[in-house]
């Protein structure tokens, strides 16, 4: 019985990766960039064969895709800037569009891209 006010140790977990990404030339990925985008076509991919099999328009699902992905990009970076108004660059006019220094908020982008 460990002792009273320790903390159990955890039986496992998962460290951290040594890299965010991937140095391309003069261009740095971010890994969570590179899921954004294979989430987007998978969604795109399952999306247009249920609709067309359902006999639906398949150019339909690529309009509603045209405003929907840049609406909840820009969602989820006005949720970050809302909720974490001291992670914005104060001394740039472009800080609180600065979407390469990180700061996308998930509930700001279902709300935006929904």
Request: proline share 9%; charged share 10%.
């Given at each position: 019985m460990p002792a009273v006010g320790s903390t159990p140790t955890p039986l496992a977990f998962l460290p951290s990766p040594s890299s965010n990404g991937l140095q391309l030339g003069p261009i740095f990925l971010h890994y969570y960039g590179m899921m954004y985008v294979v989430g987007i076509v998978l969604a795109l991919t399952i999306i247009?064969?249920?609709?067309?099999?359902?006999?639906?328009?398949?150019?339909?699902?690529?309009?509603?895709?045209?405003?929907?992905?840049?609406?909840?990009?820009?969602?989820?970076?006005?949720?970050?800037?809302?909720?974490?108004?001291?992670?914005?660059?104060?001394?740039?006019?472009?800080?609180?569009l600065a979407i390469w220094n990180g700061g996308l908020g998930v509930w700001g982008g279902i709300a935006a891209g929904a």
């Amino acid at each position: 019985m460990p002792a009273v006010g320790s903390t159990p140790t955890p039986l496992a977990f998962l460290p951290s990766p040594s890299s965010n990404g991937l140095q391309l030339g003069p261009i740095f990925l971010h890994y969570y960039g590179m899921m954004y985008v294979v989430g987007i076509v998978l969604a795109l991919t399952i999306i247009s064969r249920r609709w067309t099999a359902a006999g639906g328009d398949r150019d339909l699902v690529y309009e509603v895709l045209m405003w929907s992905v840049p609406a909840g990009l820009i969602g989820a970076r006005i949720y970050f800037d809302v909720t974490t108004p001291f992670d914005i660059n104060p001394h740039t006019w472009w800080g609180p569009l600065a979407i390469w220094n990180g700061g996308l908020g998930v509930w700001g982008g279902i709300a935006a891209g929904a």
